[in-house]
């Protein structure tokens, strides 16, 4: 049965013994951080937790929801990760299967209306100690184009700045940035809407680089197996998730532009921030007892690295198209995301996996990563101990290196003569007799 809400998802952890409730106060200013942290890097990345009793305001908060691959696979509700990939290739044999938002009035997310806004009563998280602040850190940002009308829903980290005020880094190339630009080339001002709290697979898709002709929402209805339910804003024309936890409503004014401050991040570091344009904020209106969804973003492993991971399975298949000798792709968990690839291909022709790394880089969801190593396919699984071990003693230097601004390629597939490669080259393996002999007699030597 599909999830209408984040609480339905949080109910069904429950019921399976993967939420773990805090009812001791606890400090949203660094303390849930680290106690979420410490969670992430538990085996099995922890429970999920839920904070009752939050410093300083009246919400709960929750952390670590989807910090598993068995919590990834249950959000998505399939046995595991890798049932996505199949789930993708047949929808992209027939996109239309991909439902349509559905619209509805008097919605869960409007039972309470705030016209004077109190951003900084809500419990959102500053993280590490160096932040500039507390930020949203997995808000469901929607805009649109106020040339065709089309919605994005993006996923961009949210700076507070005031009960009635924050920021919203979108990088070039995201929807967000394009109807941010469009706008303020025409001088008008941006109607924004942000939501916290919304069923898995929205926020799922909104981290994703989506390609024509899916847009978020209806591939979230396509994830959560029926059509998104969506509200119409109080204070714009904009769409919302109609059974969100909690809604920012507000808009940007042309041009105008605030420091982010600080942002401690996955590598390890804090990014030093940008100018990013201001929200100003009309209204907040929630649910009667809102749950504020956060995520904490640092060092693997941590709650992104399975989103990242369920990412990676459902985006396979639109590099096959790009590339159709790719047989399959994973991320490494200390990437996150698309900071580093390894990718399988079957070889048929000198160069080609050097074309693949060409195009892979030239485009698709795979052109900023900073690795990317192509290895030869095999009969197993793709693992990233084997790929390492083909990489590792497959590879040549320089030879097989492809070096531009920010970003390496390794073709470490077999070269054959015409690229420098053996004329001979035969890989091992057992004789097929003397391993049929050994299975047949395996109890005869003692093992079980």
Partial sequence: MAYRDLRDFLARLDALGELQRVDAEVDPDLEIAAITDRHSKAPGGGKALLFSRVKGSRYPVATNLYGSHARMALALEVASLGELTGRMERLLGSPDAAPLPARVDGAPCQEIVQQVPDLLSYPFLKSWPGDGGRFITLPLVFTQDPETGAANCGMYRVRLFDDSSAGIRWKPGSGGFGHCEKYAAAGLKMPVAIAVGAIPSLTLAASLPLPEPFDELSFAGFLGGEPVEMTRCLTSGLSVPARAELVIEGHIEPGETRSEGRFGNHTGRYDQGEQVPVLRVSCITHRSEPICQATVVGPPPMEDCYLAKAAERLLVPFSRRQCPEIVDITLPM???????????????????????????????????????????????ALTLPRAFWQALNGARFPRDLLLS?????????????????EREFQELGQDPFVSALVERRWREYGFL
Avoid at 405 to 412: C, Q, Y
């Fill in 334 to 380: 200390e990437g996150i995301f698309h900071g580093c690839a390894v990718i399988a291909i079957r070889k048929t022709v000198a160069g080609q996996g050097r074309r693949v790394l060409e195009s892979l880089r030239d485009s698709g969801w795979l052109k900023r990563g900073k690795l990317l190593v192509v290895v030869d396919a095999a009969d197993a």
């Fill in 405 to 421: 601004e920010g970003s390496l390629g390794i073709d470490a597939t077999r070269k054959f003569p015409e690229e420098g490669g």
